[in-house]
């Protein structure tokens, strides 16, 4: 290979076959996050294919659709031509920075770690990205979805301290010999970038002993360093090229600018090089001293081509506070015992949500909305998660509708089928008797969903909704179920109530979940017999009713019901449509939940850390106000980072369960609970506790929880079921 990218030739047989090595090892992931974006049939073009196994398994997962392999370099084309043989697959040789198909011609992109690529070896010319994007963008179909997974620029401009040891290799040397920390002088000195052209990073040594080294570099070149610090027998070729060239608001900007609606923005961590490679090994500091999370190891966007004029983004202009709300209704709620008030937001009427489902080629599908648009998620009330997840405000969900007062959730299903999607009632096969009934979240919203998963006839295309409002109109699309689940894994997919379905679907099907992907999460052994271990009857035991409505104005001391005016906004940033929506916040504290679970062992069954819990909004739905709930917080709006949520988890656990933390782990991407009520976005944390506490957990046993989900109303509790059982590998066929 010659030319632009003639450096990048990796010599000989063998070195090209420990780097296709290398490079298939992030498959999986890759495939996990594009994988619930793309269409079920037409042609998908995998730019920057390398050793082709991505592109192979693409075309495997998706048979009806044909996907081309692209790469610059011929060696690799021939590798993928000769190792992966499919009738829907092909590979070609081309620059991927020029045109390489025609307009028109394209159904989705992937672009996965090659971007960079494009700077590097082009003189780091961002202009050749912006050429790069109106190519791709040319090439898509209207409807269209482009995706890109590389690297990202840290949002925040600063200098951090880099600790780094010494003690591990030696002061002089070759990149094999070298410690970190003279790896690193080594790398300041010679790392090329567009900012320092002729190398000479700068940085200050600010400590050291015979151990560590200590250094004030800026973030976005500690992070250049981190992600490659251990591909030192490639050192040379790693040098050339500069993985960080956009913000996440860059990349946001660029693909608006040319028409893409954004479904989602999300800076990733992968799990095994934070554990294997930096915790433990590498330390990040700010420069006060005080930790800070590590930087992403990867980012994803994924954007979907619209017709001209369509919405690209949706903006909150304008918020009032509501003390007499026209949709929403604000309650309070006294403890007869404790005098505790409590605030409740209740929506007027309970939700359906409608999942159909059918099976082909021994694959399960569930049909959801596409691109919906939930402008409530970007309220400018609405705190930033600490992992920087975003979307344009349109999410994939279930089709759902409003209950009207005095019909049967079950009556309306055939209805709302028809109207919403097109499928008509010949074409529905049976309707789930083993409907979910659950609350979404019921700390402060008193909102019901019933789900029903309908079996159809398969059909992969739909009618589109009919739109009169001049909203930018929604899809309903098929979604693979296990392909979907790992989507959610690792944050590609935002809405809950989604997933949520969909593991029920498989568990009643009695059909196995595929292996979790995201990363493992501790679990100790049961050390007594002094835990409290109860099942779920016997935590609830006889109905209680502790709260007493307060009548009369009373102001609210927690929750705030708000009115938003927003817009959506076309590419050149014309106002295309507008929404008035009424949606409920906390007043003081953060829109970002966390979720925690205890998991620990007895005689290989795993048991989960719940809580008894005394809740208004239990009282008003069941007529009992207690409560089975998994332990979970509104964080402070103070706490913006990973690490603070850590030390935020430890503080609480003690004070309220005397329980010490051995360790946290976030288990599965965020998601919204409630996106047409609250912009809340919820994550999942597994504890590894170190002592067992003041007995006010309960431990209910997780295959009884699995087993009686249809009795579960905590909508956060069944996502922590679903998503443990899972990773655990729990979810092989248990029937209800």
């Known amino acids: ?31 996990a996050l594009v994988s619930a974006y793309l269409p079920r049939k037409g042609t998908v073009a995998d730019m920057g294919s390398g050793s082709g196994k991505g592109s192979y398994d693409l075309a495997r997962l998706f048979p009806k659709l044909t996907v081309v392999g692209v790469d610059v370099n011929p060696v690799a084309v021939a590798h993928a031509q000769r190792t992966h043989v499919l009738p829907n697959l092909e590979f070609r040789v081309g620059d991927i920075a020029h045109d390489v198909f025609p307009e028109h011609s394209l159904n989705a992109i992937v672009n996965s770690s090659v971007l960079h690529h494009v700077t590097s070896f082009n003189d780091f010319q961002l202009q050749k990205i912006y050429r790069l994007f109106d190519s791709q963008t040319r090439a898509l179909k209207e409807g269209g979805v482009l995706t890109v997974r590389d690297f ?252 009207p007062e005095g019909k049967e959730p079950e009556a309306l299903v055939r209805e709302i089928l028809k109207e919403r999607a097109g499928i008509s009632p010949e074409e529905i096969r049976g309707v789930g008797v083993d409907a979910l009934r659950y609350y979404p979240s019921p700390g402060g919203t008193n909102e019901v969903v019933h789900s029903f998963a309908v079996e159809i006839a398969p059909r992969y295309e739909f009618s589109r909704p009919k739109t009169t409002d001049g909203h930018s109109p929604e899809e309903i699309s098929a979604f693979n179920a296990q392909q979907l689940l790992r989507s959610c894994q690792i944050g590609g997919m935002l809405d809950a109530r989604l997933e949520l379905n969909t593991y029920h679907l498989l568990l009643t099907l009695g059909i196995p979940v595929d292996p979790w992907i995201g990363g493992a999460f501790p679990v100790a052994s049961f050390p007594d017999e002094t835990l409290r271990r109860a099942s779920v009857g016997e935590v609830l035991g006889e109905p209680l009713v502790p709260f007493s409505e307060i009548d009369g104005p009373e102001p609210s001391r927690y929750l705030s019901i708000r009115r938003g005016h927003f817009e959506e906004y076309t590419a050149d940033d014309a106002v295309r449509s507008s929404w008035d929506l009424e949606y409920v916040i906390p007043q003081s504290k953060s829109t970002n939940t966390v979720i925690v679970v205890g998991v620990l062992d007895s005689g290989g069954t795993p048991f ?84 067992y506490g003041n007995g006010k957990l309960v431990w209910v046993a997780l295959p009884e929880l699995i087993s009686g989900r249809l009795t579960l109303c905590d909508g956060h509790l069944l996502i922590t079921v679903f998503r443990v059982a899972h990773c655990l590998g729990l979810l092989r066929g248990l029937p209800h």
């Open 152 to 403: 990202v620029v840290p949002s925040i401009a600063k200098d951090v301290l880099l600790e780094l040891p010494r003690d591990d290799g030696k002061a002089e040397g070759g990149p094999t010999e070298l410690s970190t920390a003279a790896l690193f002088e080594e790398f300041s000195r010679t790392f090329r970038c567009a900012a320092y052209r002729n190398g000479n990073i700068p940085f200050t040594r600010v400590k050291e002993d015979a151990r560590h080294a200590v250094y004030r570099v800026s973030l976005r070149y500690a992070t250049e360093f981190l992600l490659r610090k251990d591909y030192r027998e490639d050192w040379a070729t790693e040098l050339l090229e500069e993985y960080l060239y956009f913000t996440q608001e860059q990349f946001e900007e660029e693909f608006r600018r040319r028409n893409m609606r954004i479904l989602l923005s999300k800076p990733v961590q992968n799990d095994w090089i934070v554990e294997h490679r930096w915790r433990g090994k590498v330390a990040l500091r700010e420069i006060d001293g005080a930790p800070t999370d590590f930087p992403p190891t990867n980012y994803l966007i994924v954007g979907e081509k619209g017709p001209k004029g369509s919405g690209v983004a949706i903006r909150e202009t304008e918020s009032v506070a509501l003390n007499l709300p026209a949709f929403l209704r604000m309650e309070h709620f006294r403890h007869r015992t404790t005098g505790k008030v409590w605030d409740l937001a209740s929506r007027p009427h309970e939700t359906i949500d409608v999942v159909p489902w059918f099976s082909e080629d021994g694959e399960i599908y569930v049909v959801g909305r596409s691109r919906y648009p939930r402008p409530v998620v970007n309220t400018t009330w609405k705190d930033p998660p600490f992992e920087r997840t975003g979307t344009s405000g349109y999410v994939n969900e279930p089709i759902t509708a409003i209950i």
């Open 1 to 31: 290979m010659s030319g632009t990218y003639g450096k990048q030739d990796r010599g000989t047989a063998s070195a090209y076959a420990e780097y296709f090595r290398g490079m298939d090892k992030s498959v999986a992931q890759k495939i």
């Open 608 to 691: 989960l850390a719940l809580e008894e819990r005394e809740l208004p909004m239990a009282q008003r739905q069941s007529g009992s106000a207690t409560y089975l709930d998994i332990p979970a917080w509104r964080l402070p709006k103070e706490v913006t980072t990973a690490y603070a949520a850590d030390e935020f988890l430890r503080a609480r656990f003690s004070e309220e369960f005397g329980v010490l933390i051995a360790s946290v782990k976030f288990i599965g991407g965020s998601f919204y609970p409630s996106p047409g009520t609250s912009p809340e976005t919820a994550m999942l944390a597994a504890i590894a506790p170190e002592t």
